[in-house]
């Protein structure tokens, strides 16, 4: 048996380069230097810890026949990790037990996982190939499920691309996947839904939902501790990311590049990404723009505001859940008077229950009337595309399902471009959203309504006080 590191590494080579592509060869291969051989140890080392990760993910059957080839059956590999700044005398042990599983005779260099309070470190996750991965609360709501989330018209497209990524996460072309849309729309609820059905599915996945704030925090204090890598390799080994709430990574310049970092890696690592964001990419202000580029490559499926079934449906599961009856009548009012988004729908219902509870009153109409009238006087109205377009429908007096008519009638397009133009200036939604709610147009169509519409606003007399009167009803 030879026992020249160089030369039992070099037969190695041989072997592999006739089991990889060149790529890979020269991607994953090349860049390693043997260091040693002790006995039956081979000591290797790997420019990065992700590096590491990738030959323990891809190549560690591959590397296992070979050296046991070289060097007989127990022959063990050994992993000598190079740190960042490249000193030799940073270089750290990280040894891993090829084949045998003998935790005993392992150094570890723990991650710091920051999502554990009191032990900063997760226990060997990498140690013994094939059970090295990490055991972590994915952060999920149990109550978050695809069966409490109804579907409708609203969501259906959402949903549908959800639940294909949670059966073959990472294996369709729906990555990253982008739910987005108008806050209480239930993007968190349902980017949750595809972490738990995933979970279900895979058990073997390591899941993790983190909102954009929670990973800022953990950055920073990641940057303050010195643990940058830690960070970006605890990340780097989650097979399904949810990121809630992306848009509020805007501005964060740092944080961004190292999230950049972790999406290359997932992604090209065929893991799973799924962000939630209050705009569509196109739309987000101060990201980056080769992240905004990746965030393209997948899907962006918005959420719309439920239209009424779907509200009628969501109270009456709502209610069935806290176990309660509702007439039909009281579910009608609340879905007619309660328009804006999923949450106050359930804050509508919240308060009903409390009200009837404490005050020993009858869960019936007479009392929906009293307090949703309250509520609604007492939320500062939020306009709906919904609410807007029947206020330029009244105004016109047509019927609003003519807004969602094909037809070129001028009236009508007119009619359609105002609603537009108002659901730009009075909504948060996008343009995408506003015009899939007016008349299933592209977002196209509504920037060009906007445009004509502040046209006629400054060259059309009697066109200004329409839109002046219209206005004044909105703000009724
Ligand atoms: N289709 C639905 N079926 C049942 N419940 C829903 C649905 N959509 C939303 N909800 C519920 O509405 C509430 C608000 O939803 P969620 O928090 O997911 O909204 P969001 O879009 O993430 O809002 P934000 O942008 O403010 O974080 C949650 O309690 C959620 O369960």
Redesign the pocket.
Known sequence: MNNNHFQIWENCLTVIKDNVSPISFSTWFQPIVPLKLDNEILTLQVPSHFFYEYLEEKYIDLLRKTLRKELGPNAKLEYNVVMENNHMANVKPLSVVVPGNNPANTKNRPVKNPFSQEEPSIKNPFVIPGIKKLQIDSQLNP??TFA?????D??RLA?SAGWAVSENPGGTAFNPLV?Y????????????SIGLKAKELHPEKTVLYVSSQKFQTQFTEAIRNNNKNDFLHFYQMIDILII??IQELAGKEKTQNTFFHIFNHLHQSGKQLIL?S?KAPIELKGMENRLLSRFKWGLSAD?QN?DYE?RV??LQ??AYKDGIILEADVIEYIATHVTN???E??GALISLLAQSTLNKKELNLELAIEIIDKLVKNTKREISIDYIQKIVCDHFNMAVDLLQAKTRKREIVQARQIAMYFSKSMTKASLSTIGSQIGKKDHATVLHACKTVNNLIDTDRAFKTQIDEINKKLKM
């Open positions: 109550d978050y409490n989330f109804i579907e409708g609203c969501n949903r739910l849309g108008d806050s209480g729309l239930g993007k968190t609820h349902l980017a949750q809630d709430d939630t209050d959420l439920p779907t449906r969501i599961q709502k988004n999923v949450r729908l359930e």
